[in-house]
């Protein structure tokens, strides 16, 4: 018999052949699935019963199951081999369980690209992974991929994401936990020489944050590590007159990375005027 268990799950059940041979049956089931009159060997099972997980998007599936006996003698005193074969048996499924969700491990900001960054789903017949962009606290769907990344030039650095898995019944997992981009901010003190950076939380790391790096160049040079914190704000202190400089952020994990957009900021030590008495 094939039972259906939901829509998408076939339970078979069958009964043990009678007058085996013990001594010479391979005491093992094959299990045959076929779909549109073509079989496949899918399992060998000793038990009598088989549980099949499906996921086709509404298919009539037959089976049936067969046990050989390999050491019989023909009437020449040749060994042959012996099948003995259950009748056909089916019934219709309907894959409606979604994929499982997957997860961001990071969204950065690489020169003038965004790129979200994910783990794979288990899923055969995965067919898209969804791209959502966070508007209001509602997710918009801006595209689709089958990439474990995204790469857009289309992006602010408020953005926040999320995704999701489809598989080719269209069913879709949940969305993943949201993450944002880094938006870093620079205040200058030109009177205390100081530059007061702050920037909002990243958030929903696999594995938790563990600190963010600040990198500066100033005035057109190379970029250079300044410090890392744990903290959402540092003040760099001791700066340059008349200089320009540059910042990003590099949010941390114990795996995963997330870069942010890069922000500028010039200082510029007041001058005063005083004037002459004459």
Known sequence: ???????DVAELKWNNIR???????????????GINSIFSHIADVIDTTYIDSLNYCGQMVN?????????????????????????????YFYDTTPPSGPYIDSVSVMGNEMIIGWDSVKAGDLKWYYI???DKGYPVLIDSTLNLFYKTMDFGCQDTFSISAIDSCKNESALSPYHNLINPTAFSDNKNNKIILSW????????????????????????????SVTTTQYTHSNLLDSAMYCYYIVARDNVNSSTSCVVCQFISKPTFFIPSAF
């Open 132 to 134: 959502y962009k966070i």
């Open 63 to 91: 089976y049936y199951v067969s046990i050989r006996d390999t050491n019989l003698l023909d009437s020449n005193n040749i060994k042959s081999t012996c099948e003995s074969t259950s009748n056909l048996d089916s019934n």
């Open 19 to 33: 007058n085996i041979q013990l001594n010479s049956s391979e005491k093992k089931y094959a299990v045959y699935r």
């Open 1 to 7: 018999d094939v039972n259906a268990i939901g829509t």
């Open 200 to 227: 909002n939380s990243y958030i929903n790391f696999p594995n938790g944050l563990n600190q963010y790096t600040i990198f500066y160049k100033v005035s057109g040079g190379a970029y250079d590590s300044l410090t």
